[in-house]
């Protein structure tokens, strides 16, 4: 079953999406696209679906072709301070304001949204495998996130995050056993499985 064009009909709709909220490190990524009517790409899917070289030969498609996009970025110091859900909800909201063109009607991936300047919105589970809008959004949410990682990964080798991308993964969890934490880390998150949670209540 292909990609829905639109949710509503004859609006203006933008869809939205963010990579990297399961991270131990590093941003959390969100994008939103809106496109023309007559977008079509053999290759575009939910993100997650497609290899990272589909979505690098995508990334310049989407944005030459769409009507408008915005990428923003919350940083993990934000995300400790606000918590992922927010931070993510947070990005959503970035990247949209920074369209150049006002959308009438948002469509989000998830479940979860707060509104947007009195926008209606609807959220729609797995819609990045619904929607081509949302599917456009979480391809450049995701592209420009491992770049961000890519790029941080000169800084800090050892954590493989060219590999892993901030992911929880074997080498990453190993190497922060070994040396620690960085400032990317977010640190209201579990970073090991053995990390108890830490009582804050003696502080506050």
């Given at each position: 079953m292909?990609l ?6 004859n ?5 939205t999406d ?20 007559d977008?079509?790409h053999?290759?575009?899917n939910d993100?997650k679906q497609?290899t990272?070289?589909?979505r ?7 944005e ?8 923003s970025?919350?940083?993990e110091?934000?995300i ?6 927010q931070a993510?909800?947070?990005?959503m909201?970035n990247?949209?304001?920074?369209l ?12 979860k949204?707060?509104p ?8 729609i ?6 929607f ?16 961000f990682?890519q790029?941080?990964d000169?800084?800090f ?11 929880p993964t074997k080498q990453h969890?190993?190497a922060?056993?070994?040396f620690?934490?960085?400032p ?7 970073l090991?499985p053995?990390?108890l949670k830490?009582?804050?209540?003696a502080?506050k």
């Amino acid at each position: 079953m292909g990609l829905k064009k639109r949710y509503l009909k004859n609006s203006i709709e933008v869809g939205t999406d963010e990579a990297g909220r399961g991270c131990l490190a590093g941003p959390v990524v969100a994008a939103a696209v809106i496109l023309p009517e007559d977008f079509e790409h053999p290759l575009l899917n939910d993100s997650k679906q497609l290899t990272e070289k589909q979505r690098e030969l995508l990334r310049p498609f989407i944005e030459k072709n769409a009507l408008a996009y915005g990428v923003s970025y919350i940083n993990e110091q934000k995300i400790d301070e606000i918590n992922i859900l927010q931070a993510s909800i947070l990005a959503m909201h970035n990247a949209i304001e920074k369209l150049s063109i006002t959308p009438e009607h948002i469509i989000v991936d998830g479940n979860k949204f707060k509104p947007f300047k009195n926008i209606p919105h609807k959220t729609i589970v797995k819609g990045d495998a619904k929607f081509m809008s949302i599917a456009a959004a979480s391809v450049l949410a995701k592209t420009y996130r491992d770049a961000f990682m890519q790029k941080i990964d000169v800084e800090f080798p050892v954590y493989s995050w060219k590999k892993n991308k901030g992911y929880p993964t074997k080498q990453h969890r190993a190497a922060i056993r070994e040396f620690g934490i960085t400032p990317y880390h977010r640190k209201s998150f579990r970073l090991l499985p053995e990390q108890l949670k830490l009582d804050f209540t003696a502080t506050k």
